[in-house]
């Protein structure tokens, strides 16, 4: 009797084991949502950017038009995994070099890389800014592109900080053709 008892445990066990994985587990992994082909005014391709985004369900865009002026001084896209943040992308227009702050992130310790006028890398994004019209004097302004991008809940750290570089160099070309920079 002693045996029947220790095998109908051991089921019951084996059954209590199976049913808390499966009922931690809907039977479904979770994989990167479709990504449109080209994202942010058509900078990145999905190919590129799809394995630094987290898993999910639905992916989302939205953006400004890419128009830097008086009345428009900047322009923003995200893009949404599951309606939370997935990758942000900032481009704004200021009339003076020193207007340009990264000061802001020297609590996530940013590293110096070499793109734009002073590209900067910390753990989850990357900047710089570009100068398409240099300002003459402090009473005449010039035309500085303050470029950004960052991501939230990228699944490869280490792949994303070793991407940073050419994505943020991606938008630096892709703004000065744009805004006919020289």
């Known amino acids: 009797m002693h045996q029947n008892v220790t095998r109908a445990l051991a089921a019951l066990m084996t059954t209590l084991s199976l049913t808390a ?21 058509g900078v990145f391709t999905a190919g590129e950017i799809a394995p630094l985004m987290p898993t999910g369900k639905k992916a989302e865009m939205s953006s400004d038009p890419f128009l830097l002026n008086e009345e428009m001084d900047s322009a923003t896209c995200n893009l949404y995994i599951d309606g939370r943040h997935g990758m942000l992308v900032n481009a704004k227009l200021l009339d003076y070099e020193g207007q340009v702050d990264w000061a802001p992130w020297d609590k996530a310790n940013p590293q110096p890389i070499d793109v734009g006028a002073r590209g900067l890398t910390w753990g989850t994004g990357a900047g710089t800014h570009i100068v398409c019209d240099a300002s003459k004097s402090p009473a005449d302004p010039g035309k500085y592109i303050e470029l950004r991008l960052s991501t939230d809940r990228s699944p490869d750290e280490k792949r994303l900080r070793a991407a940073l570089p050419g994505l943020l160099q991606r938008m630096v070309d892709f703004a000065e053709h744009e805004l006919n920079c020289s």
């Open 21 to 41: 994985v499966v009922g931690c587990s809907d039977g479904e992994s979770e994989v990167m949502p479709k990504l449109p082909k080209r994202i942010c005014w």
